[in-house]
């Protein structure tokens, strides 16, 4: 009968059972991968919507915040300072946040503004305009964050430019206490190192203190640097308002804040040709 039938043989009976429990196999497999892949994914968006949903929670939206400042120096006022949180925009297709940083002293001006990654704070490009006699000066700083690299173009009567190359991310000063603002968690101890162009600054909260200010006093978080240079005062309220800082500017002024304003804002243009 083998002759007439082969299908019936004892190897092809086999061949035929493996086929049937491989075929059963695979949809077994198949099931349990479609199942799985449809929980997986509930608990995938389920735990991201966690995450922006706490982050929502945690995070001060500061765009249109502004803050004035009188500068002294050897304590006697001789100018003023206001920073303005004004916008976000996209930089080379990254969103950034936007600050203009305006000071003013006897007959020294400068117009700063400067272009931050909104993640991290850090800054991106920084744009100044100097008022000088005869003609102004314009520098144009690019910070190179991933490859920790500094580009500062100086044109006046020509051009120059220098470069900074580091092995960390590079740090500005003037919006060095609204960076350490952002911490998370604050207290006594808690340290940072600023890598500025000009050197290296261990921060550490020393504690918190009353600071007095031309718009009041009010309980600070004080930072003091390593070299000593810098010292900040941070309100220990939500908003963290850097009340008072010295050292951070060019000629060695010190600012206290006289006035605090914010209100939202938002302009999603396109920048990227910066």
């Not at 930072?223 to 010295?246: A, Q």
Request: aromatic residues 14%; hydrophobic residues 35%.
């Amino acid at each position: 009968m083998r002759n007439f039938f082969p299908y019936l043989s004892a190897p092809n009976k086999r061949w035929g059972r493996r086929t049937r429990l491989l075929f059963l196999l695979f949809l077994v497999i198949a099931f349990f991968y479609v199942w799985n892949a449809n929980n997986i994914g509930e608990f995938e968006d389920k735990f991201t919507e966690d995450i922006k949903s706490s982050v929502k929670e945690q995070s001060i939206d500061r765009i249109g915040e502004k803050i004035k400042y009188d500068l002294f120096l050897s304590g006697v006022r001789v100018g003023t300072a206001e920073y303005h949180h004004s916008r976000k925009t996209y930089l080379n297709k990254k969103l950034v946040d936007v600050i203009t940083f305006h000071t003013q002293a006897m007959s020294f001006k400068d117009r700063e503004t400067i272009y931050c990654d909104s993640s991290t704070f850090l800054p991106l490009v920084v744009e100044r305009k100097i008022s000088k006699p005869i003609k102004p000066e314009k520098i144009r700083e690019v910070y190179d964050q991933e490859n920790f690299k500094l580009t500062i173009t100086n044109q006046r009567f020509g051009t120059s430019t220098t470069e900074i190359s580091s092995t960390e991310p590079i740090h500005n000063s003037i919006i060095l206490p609204f960076f350490v603002r952002n911490a998370p968690d604050l207290a006594k101890g808690w340290t940072f190192t600023a890598n500025l162009p000009q050197g290296k600054y261990r921060i550490e909260l020393m504690g918190t203190e009353e600071v007095e200010t031309p718009a009041g006093k009010f309980e600070a978080y004080y930072f003091e640097s390593d070299p000593s240079k810098i010292k900040i005062w941070i309100s220990t309220d939500e908003r963290r308002i850097p009340l008072r800082i010295d050292g951070t500017g060019g000629i060695g002024y010190k600012m206290m804040m006289h006035d605090y304003g914010l209100a939202g804002n938002f302009n999603g243009e396109e920048e990227s040709n910066r």
